[in-house]
T-cell receptor, first 117, second 106 residues
């Protein structure tokens, strides 16, 4: 089946550090990937839609200069949390679908738990 | 956007009991999935079920798209079923439900 790999699984770093999270579709191509954020005991909230070869689409309230998304190939999207602060600590997870979204299930990475000290 | 409400928000079951989780959504959707999020945060895809009924072992799901709801049935629950269950729908983007936190006690 379709596999999405997300790396790293856990990051602990100091305030002010920039952190890059990778999301890879291992056995399929994904022109679109999605990034979500989840706070403790809450649901997942869509942050942005990553489009291969073009700019990402950000949801309302998500700072595009804080959360940089790059989707340079059909199998890789990256999310960079720039100058991270403690309030950026959260669980970040990506997803991708085979051949678009509408008629195919989304496959999720295992998530990245980010802790900013 | 599409509102996705799940009920109940919390559920405690004795091992071996059956349960039904409900997902209501506010608009027509093209895609609906049920997930189990384990204690490590991993989302396990249970069903891709935009309409109809599917079964996988002790789990089954039914989506009635015209009435905008989906049900997840868990039979003979086990302690390993504990965790949070989410439904998620796709309209023009992916929306996650509010979740049901299930605890199965031995």
């Amino acid at each position: 089946g379709a596999v999405v790999s997300q790396h790293p699984s856990r990051v602990i770093c100091k305030s002010g550090t920039s952190v890059k999270i990778e999301c890879r579709s291992l056995d399929f191509q994904a022109t679109t990937m999605f990034w979500y954020r989840q706070f403790p005991k809450q649901s997942l909230m869509l942050m942005a839609t990553s489009n291969e070869g073009s700019k990402a689409t950000y949801e309302q309230g998500v700072e595009k200069d804080k959360f940089l998304i790059n989707h340079a190939s059909l199998t890789l999207s990256t999310l960079t949390v720039t100058s991270a602060h403690p309030e950026d600590s959260s669980f970040y997870i990506c997803s991708a679908g085979v051949q678009g979204v509408r008629n195919q299930p989304q496959h999720f990475g295992d998530g990245t738990r980010l802790s900013i000290l | 956007g599409i509102q996705v409400e799940q009920s109940p928000p919390d559920l405690i079951l004795q091992e071996g009991a059956n349960s039904t989780l409900r997902c209501n959504f506010s608009d027509s959707v093209n895609n609906l999935q049920w997930f189990h999020q384990n204690p490590w945060g991993q989302l396990i895809n249970l069903f891709y079920i935009p309409s109809g009924t599917k079964q996988n072992g002790r789990l089954s799901a039914t989506t009635v798209a015209t009435e905008r709801y989906s049900l997840l049935y868990i039979s003979s629950s086990q302690t390993t079923d504990s965790g949070v269950y989410f439904c998620a729908v796709y309209g023009n983007q992916f929306y996650f439900g509010t979740g049901t936190s299930l605890t199965v006690i031995p």
